[in-house]
């Protein structure tokens, strides 16, 4: 995951997400599955006001399709507080 926070002098806008599931991870219907899975991922954790303003780049990997949904949001999560609380 990557995180590029908000400039200081910027107004506060809603985090930006994109998603990088490459070729390698399976057919398009695979890699199509993973994105909204993800995407439903960061909006629970918006939901729960768990995603700090900023740019988000979210990797995926074949893992991912077979996550139960409770750990694939733990995990989003977990990459999250990571990736924010490195760049303050």
């Not at 997400?17 to 695979?30: D, R, S, Y």
């Not at 780049?57 to 999250?80: C, F, K, N, R």
């Amino acid at each position: 995951m990557t995180f590029v926070p908000p400039p200081p002098t910027a107004p506060t806008e809603p985090p930006r997400v994109a998603f990088a599931v490459g070729k390698g991870m399976g057919g398009a219907v695979v890699r199509n599955r993973a994105r909204r899975r993800l995407r439903a991922a960061v909006r629970e954790l918006q939901r729960q006001e768990r995603l700090p303003t900023g740019a988000y780049l979210l990797g995926a990997t074949a893992e991912l399709a077979h996550l139960p949904w409770s750990a694939l949001v733990s995990d989003v999560d977990a990459a999250i507080r990571a990736a924010t609380e490195g760049a303050a």
